[in-house]
């Protein structure tokens, strides 16, 4: 791509379903899948993000590397995972450059799994679900961001934010 060439805002569809089961207790929600977790079709794809450290750190745990290993220790922490937006207009992967968005219907897993509490990942995600104005019955939570754009919170600080998750579980 030259330098002058634009990037494309475009018309995205989620294309990653929830991850849960009839035993998860927390749900956390991320705002959108980027570019590299829709080509993967899972979360939080990039290497860069460190969304999989920071949940493997707080639980105690090996960070996992196949998208088996993360569902399967997802599962068996009891934590659902899932997004705030089912389709939106986007940049790349810039959660800046979200418009338009439309929120995902959260209903199928409060309806299957007996949700605690609901735990944000980063500003957009949270500012996109009180747009929502749906009361889930449970408390929700913003976190920081796993996002390496975040570099102001180093991998200790998120750990540290993050354990707020521990008794919900």
Same mark, same amino acid.
């Given at each position: ?55 493997? &750190? ?74 929502? !104005? !749906?009361?889930? &019955? ?32």
């Amino acid at each position: 791509m030259e330098r002058n060439e634009r990037v494309k805002t475009v018309l995205e569809t989620h294309p990653i379903p929830p991850l849960y089961d009839e035993h998860s207790h927390i749900l956390i929600l991320g705002s959108f899948p980027s570019v590299k977790s829709r080509a993967g079709m899972f979360f939080y794809h990039h290497p860069q993000n460190r969304f999989w450290k920071v949940i493997a &750190g707080v639980l105690g745990r090996e960070t996992p590397q196949t998208i088996e290993e993360k569902a399967a220790m997802l599962h068996e922490s009891h934590i659902a995972l899932w997004d705030v937006i089912a389709r939106c207009e986007i940049t790349g992967s810039q959660d800046s450059s979200i418009s338009h968005a439309e929120p995902n219907d959260l209903g199928e897993i409060f309806a299957a799994a007996p949700i605690r509490a609901i735990f944000l990942n980063g500003g957009t995600a949270w500012t996109y679900f009180c747009r929502t !104005k !749906k009361d889930w &019955g449970v408390p929700a939570f913003k976190l920081p961001s796993t996002s390496p754009a975040n570099a102001a919170w180093t991998l200790p600080k998120l750990l540290g934010a993050w354990a707020v998750i521990l008794p919900y579980l």
